[in-house]
């Protein structure tokens, strides 16, 4: 069986863990377990990242979808579409959006914009059968592009050219958080050490960076004045797996953060 090394990012959050919680804490995950027990038992700690492996994900899920196309559903012109990057269920996204696009052509529709779509839908306007799988899929614009058929390519379907944006439509710390806890369910190993760790206080403590989608990243990366003014700590109770009772959110670049200590949450900087 191999022993499992400290990683450089498990020390850090090691180190800082001991230092605003002052709790001594000893490598632990020597064969799979979680990464840190307290000497006693009572605290343990696992240490993860949120950063661009997530949107590799989403890039692979997109291609799938592409690749797998939609037998019966033609459009009568090209689209350009934008959705998030960190987006759900991307397996299945073309396969949503295209009927959908050619219902809008059909109703003689050529673009699409998420905000007044979303009012549209609530005063269940004529469109809404067409807008409700677009907002569902996350699309945050979409417009035609009319072109003419390449003679070299007669043969030519229609398609969707998706691009996948960096931080579609954050509000704030809570949008922010909600968007994380979406990325860590990929995750569940997470919890699951936590759970059989057998301690009384369980930490998750999950690193973002540069490479984290801005969506999540922007209210802990806004330079002091707007951070100190404008953002604050999330003030929404997170929806946590039950075996998780301490969440910490930090900027690898920043060194700030968020701590949920079960019942509120507080801000962290200078970490
Ligand atoms: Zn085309």
């Known amino acids: 069986m191999t022993v499992n090394q400290e990683r450089p990012n498990e020390h850090l959050a090691k180190e800082i863990v001991k230092r605003v919680m002052s709790v001594e804490l000893c490598h632990a995950d020597t064969h799979g377990g979680v990464d840190y027990l307290s000497p006693d038992g009572s605290v343990a700690v696992e240490v993860t990242a949120v950063?661009?492996?997530?949107?590799?994900?989403?890039?692979?899920?997109?291609?799938?979808?592409?690749?797998?196309?939609?037998?019966?559903?033609?459009?009568?012109?090209?689209?350009?579409?934008m959705v998030d990057d960190l987006q759900d269920d991307m397996k299945t996204f073309i396969q949503r959006v295209q009927p959908a696009l050619a219902t809008l052509e059909s109703a003689g529709e050529t673009y699409f914009v998420d905000q007044p779509a979303h009012v549209h839908v609530l005063q269940n306007g004529e469109l809404s059968a067409a807008y409700r799988p677009l907002l569902e899929a996350g699309v945050i614009r979409a417009g035609s592009v009319p072109h003419k058929v390449n003679p070299d390519d007669p043969g030519h379907s229609h398609r969707i050219n998706v691009s996948l944006v960096s931080g579609?439509?954050?509000?704030?710390?809570?949008?922010?958080?909600?968007?994380?806890?979406?990325?860590?369910?990929?995750?569940?190993d997470n919890a699951k050490k936590l759970a059989e760790s057998g301690a009384d206080s369980r930490h998750l403590f999950v690193w973002v960076d540069g490479n984290t989608s801005g969506s999540i990243t922007r209210t802990l990366t806004g330079n002091a004045p707007e951070y100190v003014t404008g953002w604050?700590?999330?003030?929404?109770?997170?929806?946590?797996?039950?075996?998780?009772?301490?969440?910490?959110?930090?900027?690898?670049?920043?060194?700030?953060?968020?701590l949920w200590n079960g019942e509120t949450w507080r801000e962290l900087s200078d970490l």
Do not use: F
């Open 51 to 81: 950063t661009e492996g997530r949107r590799n994900g989403v890039r692979d899920a997109l291609r799938r979808s592409v690749t797998k196309g939609v037998k019966d559903v033609e459009l009568q012109s090209c689209w350009g579409v």
């Open 168 to 188: 579609g439509s954050v509000t704030d710390s809570n949008d922010a958080v909600a968007r994380l806890l979406t990325s860590l369910k990929e995750k569940p």
């Open 232 to 258: 604050g700590a999330p003030s929404i109770d997170p929806m946590l797996d039950e075996a998780i009772t301490h969440l910490w959110v930090v900027h690898q670049g920043t060194r700030r953060g968020w």
